[in-house]
């Protein structure tokens, strides 16, 4: 055995797997084992599935989702949604000649303080005017902020990659020109709300004493 063959295995055996989980909103379902020489070397890795991991709905396997792991708990890591994109190949084939593409990059605060940046796109079905443009992008940027102040990161999330909130857009945007596809195309989360700290209440003080002459 050469000493290279025997260092490879000496890596691994010192090695643990830990199941790494989908979020609570998710299931908890489980997306596949990693390993790690101490747990906590897998606080804060990305981890990348599709919806189709989750949901088992084959229509789903464009869609690539991340997570990041932010919990070890024995051998299962707890993750946090992270982002979520459209594949390459998806993105491209819905692009078309002598269309129109009308993209919205939106920041945004759901109810519960979470802030993320979304990338949404309707695709016409001819092309369609500067003015019309301008009319679906405002559709857009107020049903998604509408949404947000509405719903926790978890019920955002679960409409954002399931398609309820880009279904909403095309209902009212389809009035403005013929459209053939809205989605959510791109999120990112960009930081969680900020816990304040407890502050200690102070000690009460013992009343003085009072001593009568």
């Known amino acids: 055995m050469s000493s290279k063959t025997k260092h490879i295995r000496d890596k691994w055996r010192g090695k643990g797997w830990y199941m790494v989980v989908a979020p609570s909103f998710f299931g908890n379902i489980e997306l596949g084992t990693i390993p790690a020489q101490e747990p906590e070397q897998l606080i804060g890795r990305v981890v990348e599935a599709t919806l189709f991991d989750i949901t088992a709905d084959f229509s789903h396997h464009y869609l690539k989702m991340f997570f990041q792991v932010n919990e070890i708990d024995q051998k299962t890591a707890k993750t946090l949604f992270k982002g979520h ?90 009035e403005v020109a013929p459209l053939r596809h809205v989605g959510i195309r791109k999120s990112k989360l960009l930081a969680a709300p900020q816990i304040a700290p407890v502050k200690e209440a102070p000690v009460a003080q013992a009343p003085e004493a009072i001593v009568e002459a």
């Not at 092309?127 to 949404?147: F, G, L, N, P, Y």
């Open 85 to 174: 994109e459209y594949s390459r190949d998806y993105l491209r084939s819905l692009v078309r000649r002598r269309t129109t593409k009308v993209d919205s990059l939106i920041n945004l605060t759901t109810k519960d303080g979470y802030k993320l940046r979304i990338a949404v796109s309707a695709l016409t079905l001819s092309r369609i005017k500067t003015s019309q443009e301008k009319i679906i992008r405002k559709i857009m940027d107020a049903t998604v902020h509408q949404k947000a102040t509405a719903l926790s990161l978890d019920q955002f999330v679960q409409e954002m990659v399931l398609g309820k909130i880009a279904s909403d857009i095309y209902n009212q945007a389809k």
